[in-house]
């Protein structure tokens, strides 16, 4: 079973810049593949970012390409999400995720595991 707890969300003005952090414990981290999700109020969950269990391999949705960067730290078992020239569309509850692959991620399906969220405000 794997632990996700995430950090660093807050408010912000827009085009500014926010670190989230997730830290997973109950695994071997390296095996899994970790993203980042968001769900703003009525609307559904989408997929923001995606990283390999080694960090060889990332995905963006195309609203955050440029903008968002995912990263990985396998010795703090922690994975990053850099977000810059952040908008009030960005709005929402980021959520961190794990699980073996995340190409299925990116056709729809739930991950495996997922933290409790951390809610980032970019006012305008």
């Known amino acids: 079973q794997v632990q996700l707890v995430e950090s660093g969300g807050g408010l912000v003005q827009a085009g500014g810049s926010l670190r989230l952090s997730c830290a997973a414990s109950?695994?071997?981290?390296?095996?899994?593949?970790m993203g980042w999700f968001r769900q703003a109020p009525g609307k559904e969950r989408d997929l923001v970012a995606a990283?390999?269990?080694?960090?060889?391999?990332?995905h963006y949705a195309a609203s955050v390409k440029g903008r968002f960067t995912i990263s990985r730290d396998n010795a703090k078992n922690t994975v990053y999400l850099q977000m810059h020239s952040l908008k009030p569309e960005d709005t929402a509850v980021y959520y961190c995720?794990?699980?073996?692959?995340?190409?299925?991620?990116?056709?729809?399906?739930?991950?495996?595991?997922r933290g409790q969220g951390t809610q980032v405000t970019v006012s305008s």
């Open positions: 995720a794990a699980g073996t692959y995340y190409i299925s991620w990116v056709h729809g399906e739930t991950p495996q595991y």
């Open positions: 990283i390999s269990g080694s960090g060889a391999s990332t």
């Open positions: 109950g695994g071997t981290f390296s095996r899994y593949a």
